[in-house]
């Protein structure tokens, strides 16, 4: 496995200090400092251990049922005139690509002898995926949730619940994900000792990002094997995904970050458009700051007060992006794109109908940006389907025309 | 000119009373009022909030503060305009708390050069890590005699502290608790912790902070320190109050008489 990759050389990974270009490092209160220098200081050591090695490989195989099926879309690729493939991380266990994080993090957090763990959680996804490792682990399990996400995601607040974790409400600021994140922290300061916050996206203190970058990037090293075997090369011209926080993007972009010649495109949140004041389009309305004790881009007021951004997912429904993203944006290495509430859905309807596959309504925000691509026919673009629609399905009902 | 926290700690090395307030709260225009009548009924130092959207280190009394004084309009462009002028008044050593986002976004700089023109003497922004701060902004925090003060908690290395220590000026705020503001944690339990602070004999005063709340905790912690530092118990006596001269007189009295 090559999550443990040195990446001293690399223009687009972390550096020593924990910063992508000017973004990244661990803007931490004091009383966080030991558990997050603990992290910094073992991370590298516990991903590269051939014990953590076999034990992930085998969870990920048995478990969540890895390797994830790279899948010719034929219809889809003749209606986009291109070859587009598919990667298939809706098939995982528990339905997204969050579950390849959560199993890495629970590994790590074993082999910190943590006894307990805490999570945030948007639509519920990472929570669910979190709650499922504790299970496994037998650990104690804590979900921090916005109190108006747990009104909207009640089927997932159930499944965490029967997965046997303890759902908290964020009551605190505007009571959605970025306040879930809050709560978390505040959790982590409260709970030095025992504790581990296994955070769900490729965004806060170093070293989160890039550890969740390469529990991920298991993404793109079956991306290469599966590519070269289906036509002969590892390389694609194109990879699509949605980013929120970034982790999807993270791991389907990790093993091609060097290449150069594949263009990687990012599809952030335009909400009801990028300036109608409900957006989650962090690259186009962010300025610099620090969020989740990052620095990186995010959507803020003249003042430096944090905004509530808005898309119909959940998943996206976030005001920053992780400073490996925010680098690869100012960098020019990766193109950001942006797509309305209307596009995604369009997208996920095209592709249910086109290939009878329901996607996430996040996923479907990457589909959604195949119409704007200058794509020919020899094209070869792999999107990440980040997950499954499941979640979304009322969603989708109630947009469904008539 | 010295530094006012300089002075204060010249003449006064036990028992120094410092209260915390939020900018623009229990309204947007009692930042005056209560910092008048904290200096009257005898606060030492005046630590002043500037309110985030993410307060990351607060509980929930400070951080409702917080958003409160922002629902009432306070800003940092707000909070200088009504410190302007304030030094006519007030005396008191004066420390503006808050987190990086909003002064990275205001300019570190002009930060530090407006923090000088109104008179603020001190500033904990207890997310700025000290190898930013050593790397990156030291030069200008001193060149505007600006004292930067750093936290140290019970799971602070020895090292660590003495690192900070080095980089602290003015004093050091003692985390009585590995914890969020406003948790009620047993004092009892930090005695070794604050015993062990002492034993390091750091060129740095120390005030405690953190669960100090009354009469009772205010002298515990003052025992082994030269004083403490008291927020969310004091921002709960004031969100209802009618009067702030006698709500400020009444609190601190049941503190340090």
Not at chain 1, 31 to 58: G, K, R
Not at chain 2, 68 to 82: D, P, R, T, W
Not at chain 2, 88 to 99: D, F
Not at chain 2, 177 to 193: L, V
């Amino acid at each position: 496995m090559d999550i443990a990759i040195n990446t001293g050389n690399s223009r687009y990974q972390v550096d020593k200090n924990g910063y992508y270009g000017r973004f990244g490092g661990a803007y931490i209160p004091e009383m966080l400092y030991p558990n997050v220098e603990e992290l910094q200081s073992q991370y590298l050591a516990i991903l590269s251990d051939p014990s953590f090695q076999q034990e992930f490989e085998a969870l990920l195989t048995d478990y969540v049922g890895r390797p994830s099926p790279l899948y010719f879309a034929k219809r889809l690729s003749e209606k986009y005139k291109s070859k587009i493939y598919l990667k298939r991380e809706d098939l995982n266990h528990t339905g997204a690509h969050k579950i390849n994080n959560t199993i890495g993090q629970i590994l790590v957090a074993k082999r910190l002898g943590k006894t307990r763990i805490i999570a945030e959680t948007g639509a519920g996804q990472h929570g669910v995926a979190t709650a499922t490792v504790c299970a496994l682990m037998g650990l104690e399990c804590v979900v921090y949730m916005g109190s108006i996400d747990i009104e909207r995601q009640a089927p997932n607040v159930a499944r965490m619940k029967m997965l046997g974790a303890t759902v908290v409400a964020a009551t605190s600021g505007s009571k959605t994900l970025k306040d879930a994140t809050n709560e978390a922290i505040r959790d982590w300061i409260n709970n030095p000792v025992n504790t581990h916050y296994i955070l769900g996206t490729a965004a806060g203190p170093h070293p989160y990002p890039d550890m969740v970058a390469r529990l991920q990037s298991v993404i793109s090293e079956e991306i290469k094997k599966q590519l070269k075997a289906k036509t002969g090369s590892e390389d694609p011209n194109y990879v699509v995904a949605c980013i929120g926080g970034g982790s999807n993007a993270a791991g389907a972009y990790f093993h091609y970050l060097d290449r150069e010649n594949v263009k990687l495109v990012a599809v952030e949140a335009a909400g009801h458009g990028v300036h109608s004041g409900h957006s989650a389009a962090t690259t186009q309305l962010g300025t610099i700051g620090i969020i989740h004790a990052s620095k990186t881009l995010l959507m803020q007021t003249d003042d430096g007060q944090i905004t509530e951004p808005y898309s119909i997912s959940a998943g996206l429904d976030y005001p920053g992006i992780g400073p490996m993203h925010a680098h690869l944006y100012e960098s020019g290495r990766a193109q950001f794109l942006s797509a309305t509430d209307e596009e995604a859905l369009a997208a996920a309807y095209e592709l249910s109908l086109l290939e009878g596959i329901i996607p996430a309504m996040e996923s479907a925000h990457a589909l959604a940006k195949l119409k704007d691509l200058p794509l020919k026919e020899e094209d070869v673009v792999v999107v990440c389907l980040s997950g499954r629609g499941d979640k979304d399905l009322d969603t989708y009902i109630r947009h469904m025309k008539k | 000119m010295q530094n006012r926290i300089d002075q204060l700690f010249a003449k006064k090395q036990h028992g120094v009373l410092n209260i915390y307030c939020t900018a623009g709260f229990p309204e947007l225009n009692d930042t005056l009022p209560v910092m008048t009548a904290l200096q009257q009924y005898g606060a030492d130092l005046i630590e002043l909030g500037m309110p985030f959207s993410d307060p990351l280190a607060d509980g929930p009394v400070i951080q409702d503060s917080s958003t409160k004084a922002l629902q009432n309009g306070m800003s940092l462009h707000v909070l200088f305009e009504q410190l302007a002028g304030f030094r006519e008044t007030i005396q008191v050593p004066v420390i503006l708390m808050g987190y990086f986002n909003p002064v990275l976004t205001y300019g570190v700089e002009a930060f530090c050069a407006k923090c000088a023109a109104v008179g603020v003497d001190g500033i904990i922004v207890p997310d700025l890590p000290m190898a930013e701060y050593e790397h990156e902004y030291r030069p200008l925090f001193e060149k505007y005699n600006l004292h930067l003060i750093f936290l140290v908690t019970p799971e602070t290395s020895e090292a660590r502290i003495r690192k900070i220590d080095s980089l602290s000026k003015g004093f050091i705020y003692a985390v009585s608790s590995s914890s969020t503001t406003g948790k009620d944690k047993d004092m009892k339990d930090q005695q070794a912790y604050f015993e062990r602070l002492k034993n390091l004999k750091l060129s740095n005063p120390v005030l405690i902070g953190f669960g100090i709340k009354d009469k009772a905790t205010f002298e515990a912690a003052s025992a082994h320190a030269n004083g403490a530092i008291i927020g969310t118990a004091f921002i709960k006596a004031i969100e209802h109050s009618r009067n702030i001269d006698e709500t400020v007189k009444t609190f601190i009295s049941g503190i340090i008489q």
